[in-house]
């Protein structure tokens, strides 16, 4: 059955990932979404969205004291974003290795950042940086009934 349902049960975890304005204009959408999918995670929410400018300080209210904060905003409200909830064991800090590096000329080939960008104000996408901040974020960027509760036939093939 498919029902609205605001966060995981059974103990699996979820973190917020959105490919950023820059990604969607590359055209890069389907390789980012892929890697996710391939790797065996469970897609919870995805959609489309023009972010507002009061929500991407929200979601970046932890760096408004940066220099780089109010580019970091024009660059997120820049043109549309791909927002996504992703579900799996350890699916916070195991994104975070398929993204790599925060800057891409760090990051390691075979990471979507080491493999697809070369600046750090230019790095494609966003993944939740702990368990917390993924639940904030989804709860920020979706709502309940966006979010669907489902288990892919092939789960038990996945999970143990
Ligand atoms: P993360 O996205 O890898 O978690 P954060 O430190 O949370 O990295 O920074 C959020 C975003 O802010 C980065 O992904 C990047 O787009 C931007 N950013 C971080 N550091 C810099 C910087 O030194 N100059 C310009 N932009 C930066």
Not at 111 to 120: E, K, Q, S, Y
Request: hydrophobic share 40%; glycine share 12%; aromatic share 8%.
């Amino acid at each position: 059955s498919v029902v609205a349902q605001p966060r995981a049960e059974g103990g699996l975890e979820q973190t917020y990932v959105m490919v950023k304005p820059d990604g969607v204009q590359r055209g890069l959408v389907g390789e980012i979404i892929s890697r996710f999918e391939k790797k065996g995670f469970r897609l919870a929410g995805l959609k489309m969205f023009q972010c507002p400018e009061d929500l991407a300080k929200k979601h970046y209210e932890e760096l408004q004291e940066k220099p780089f904060f109010p580019k970091l905003v024009k660059y997120i409200t820049s043109g549309p974003v791909v927002c996504m909830a992703w579900e799996g064991p350890g699916v916070v800090a195991s994104a975070r290795k398929l993204i790599g590096s925060t800057n891409p000329l760090q990051a390691e080939p075979g990471t979507i950042r080491g493999d697809l960008a070369v600046a750090v104000g230019r790095n494609v996408i966003h993944g939740s940086d702990s368990v917390a901040n993924g639940e904030r974020e989804i709860g920020l960027w979706f709502g309940e009934a966006e979010l669907c509760k489902w288990q892919p036939e092939l789960t038990p093939w996945l999970l143990e």
